[in-house]
């Protein structure tokens, strides 16, 4: 298996601009997470789904931001309108239950100027 | 409420000695514990995980982890480091949420 898939891998926007950040989990898992790493704030689930579903968007800092999940191997992350304080790594990961290892994507080094 | 804490924050060791890094949880039950490291640039890696039954733990690269019920600890160790073992690593704890701990940057010098 090719592991977590995200694009792109590094996005430089300018402020009030929207962003999109793509995710392909691992194929049969059911479990799928964004979380954000930032030196402030350190690694931060943002929201995750089960079966395609949102479960908990606590973490979700905005209404800026928004997530799908079409399907059991895409998902996206939109933020609209991008701020400078939006900067930092997203990473997805996903899962094959609810508790048990995750695996992560690359991340996507997202700069907002 | 429950939590991972990581209280060492930078870790400088020699190559070819041994490493332990420290995490302590809280959490009433048995907690589903893991390791992740990072090196710069990348995403994280899983190392090893507890979910019950042996507390010591083998994982990847040649780490292991031992659960301490008693202590609320699960400390990660090496003994003997690698010039590549430089980067980030996270002790994680799920309550099918996974929080992490602040993470521990380990140096290795020559």
């Known amino acids: 298996d090719a592991g977590v898939i995200q694009s792109p891998r590094h996005e430089v926007t300018e402020m009030g601009q929207e962003v999109t950040l793509r995710c392909k989990p691992i194929?049969?898992?059911?479990?799928l997470f964004w979380y954000r790493q930032t030196m402030m704030r350190g690694l931060e689930l943002l929201i995750y789904?089960?079966?395609?579903?949102?479960?908990?968007d606590s973490g979700m800092p905005e209404d800026r931001f928004s997530a799908k999940m079409p399907n059991a191997s895409f998902s996206t992350l939109k933020i609209q309108p991008s701020e400078p304080r939006d900067s930092a790594v997203y990473f997805c990961?996903?899962?094959?239950?609810?508790?048990?290892?995750?695996?992560f994507g690359p991340g996507t080094r997202l700069t907002v100027t | 409420a429950q939590s991972v804490t990581q209280p060492d924050i930078h870790i400088t060791v020699s190559e070819g000695a041994s490493l332990e890094l420290r995490c302590n949880y809280s959490?009433?039950?048995?907690?589903?514990l893991f390791w992740y490291v990072q090196s710069p640039g990348q995403g994280l890696q899983l190392l090893l995980k507890y979910f019950s039954g042996d507390t010591l733990v083998q994982g990847i690269k040649g780490f292991e982890a031992e659960f301490k019920r008693s202590q609320s600890s699960f400390n990660l160790r090496k003994p003997s480091v690698h010039w590549s073992d430089a980067a980030e690593y996270f002790c994680?704890?799920?309550?099918?949420?996974?929080?992490f701990g602040a993470g521990t940057t380990v140096t290795v010098r020559a």
């Open positions: 789904f089960n079966n395609n579903v949102p479960i908990d």
């Open positions: 994680a704890f799920n309550d099918y949420k996974l929080s």
């Open positions: 990961a996903s899962s094959s239950g609810s508790r048990s290892e995750q695996y």
């Open positions: 194929s049969g898992h059911d479990y």
């Open positions: 959490y009433g039950a048995t907690p589903y």
